[in-house]
C-alpha cells in the first residue's frame, strides 16, 4: 500500500467512526440502570418499581376475569415477557406497565394536558435544584395516574441531573443542548458532534430525538451537559444584538417543539448562574420552581436573585410573556431548628401564596440515595442505605410536596 493509499484508508476508517456515532446514539436509546444490586435476577432500580397485579387492577378497573384475561393475552401475544413470579405473585416492571397502560387505553396526560417546560432555578449554589428537579421528575415518571413523559434536561455544564441518572462512559459521545443550539457557528469545531451528523444525512429533528438517554423508567428521560457546554457563554458574547435575540429564542423556537412532540414535562435543571445559558431556557419556560434552603444568607441572596430575576426577565426577547407561573419551595429544611423555622415564616410573609407550603425535609436519604445514583423515591425502607426515620421523613415530605406540586401543574397545563 503507498502512502497515498494509506491515507486513503485512514480517511476510510476515519469516515466510519463517524458514522458510528449514529450507533452511539442508538446506544442510548437502551435502558441504562447502573445498580449492582439484583433481586431474584431483576436490577435492584427496576425491582424497586415493579407492581402486582392487585396494584395494577386498582389503577386500570375492570372486573377481576376480564382483568386477567387480558393480562394474559398481553404476554401470548408477546407484548411483554412473562411478570417475574416473586411470594406467590406476579410483579410487572415499570417498562411492562407502560406496555399494559397502553393495551387497556389508559388516559395519556397529553389527552387532556399540553405540555410545560418547569425550570428550577436559583442564582445561589447549592439550593437543592439537581436534587429537587431530579425527585419531582422521578415522582412526576411514577405517577401513573398522569401518565405523562418526562425529559429532564440538565443545562448545567459543571452540575450532574444527567450523571446522576445515567451511567455515561468516558468515550462515549452524545449531544448535549449546546451542541444543538450552536451546530450552525461551530460549522469547524470537531467536538460539536451535530454537524458530522448532519454532514452524514440525518435530519436535524431527529437528532434532536435521539438526544435523550432512557433510564431506569421507561416514561423518564434525561438530555445531559458537559463541561465544555460553557462555550454557549463565550459564543454568545461574540454575537451581534439581533444574532444574540435569535440564539437566546432557539431553544424555544427550534429545538424545543421537537422535544414537545416526545414529551409532555420537561424539567430543567440549570446552573447557579446569570449567564446566556440560563436566559435561552427562560424564554422557553412556562413555570418556574425556586428552591430555597432556610438559611439566613440564602435568604438575603435569594432574595437578590428574585429581583434580577424581574429584571431578567424583562430584558428576555419575549419579555418573560410565556412565564405562567412561579413558586418556590423550602428545601433541605430541618423542621427542629429555630433559625431555619423563622426563615420559613419570613418566607411565608414576604412570598406569601408564591411559596409552597410544604417543604422538603432535611434527611440523610437524600445523601444516602444520591450515593446510589438514585432519589429518594427509588429507594426502599427496607434495603436500610439510612435509617427508617430518615426514610420516612424524605419521602413523605416528597409525597406531599409532589401532590401540591401536581395539583398547581394539573391545573395549568389542562386543555
Ligand atoms: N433535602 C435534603 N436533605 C439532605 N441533603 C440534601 C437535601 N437536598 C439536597 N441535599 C444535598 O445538598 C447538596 C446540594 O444539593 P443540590 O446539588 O441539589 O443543589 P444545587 O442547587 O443543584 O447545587 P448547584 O448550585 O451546585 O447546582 C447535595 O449534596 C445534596 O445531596
Ligand atoms: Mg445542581
Known sequence: MTLIEMIGSIADNMKKEQTNLEDALKQQLRVSVSDQDMIDGVDRLIYN?????????????????????????????????????????????????????????????SDNHNSKVVTVTNHKGGTGKTSTTLVMATATALDLDLNARICVLDLDPQGSAGQGVVQIADDSIYVTMTDLLLAEYEKDNEDNPVNILLENGYLFEDIVKACPFSTHLSNLSVITAFPNDERFVDRYWQLGEKEQSLLLQKFKTVVLPILQEEFDLIYI???????????????????????????????????????????????????????????????????????EYHTVQKLLRSVRNHLFTQTIAHSDAFTAAAELGRTVLDIKKSEEICTPHQFDLAVDSVRLFYSQFKNELVALSAK
Request: aromatic share 10%.
Open 269 to 339: 435543571d440549570l446552573p447557579p448562574q446569570d449567564s446566556p445559558i440560563t436566559w435561552s431556557a427562560l424564554e422557553a419556560t412556562n413555570c418556574i420552581l425556586v428552591p430555597i434552603t432556610p438559611r439566613y444568607y440564602d435568604y438575603a441572596s435569594t432574595s437578590n436573585f428574585m429581583s434580577n430575576l424581574h429584571i431578567r426577565l424583562q430584558n428576555l426577547p419575549s419579555k418573560g410573556g410565556n412565564i405562567e407561573w412561579l413558586k418556590m419551595v423550602a428545601v433541605n429544611y430541618n423542621e427542629n431548628s429555630k433559625p
Open 49 to 109: 418499581h415493579c407492581k402486582n397485579k392487585t396494584e395494577l387492577r386498582d389503577l386500570i378497573g375492570g372486573s377481576k376475569p376480564t382483568f386477567n384475561k387480558k393480562m394474559k393475552e398481553v404476554v401470548d401475544d408477546g407484548l411483554i415477557s412473562e411478570p417475574i413470579y416473586q411470594n406467590r405473585s406476579h410483579l410487572y416492571t415499570n417498562e411492562q406497565i407502560h406496555v399494559l397502560l397502553d393495551y387497556f387505553n389508559y388516559p395519556k396526560f
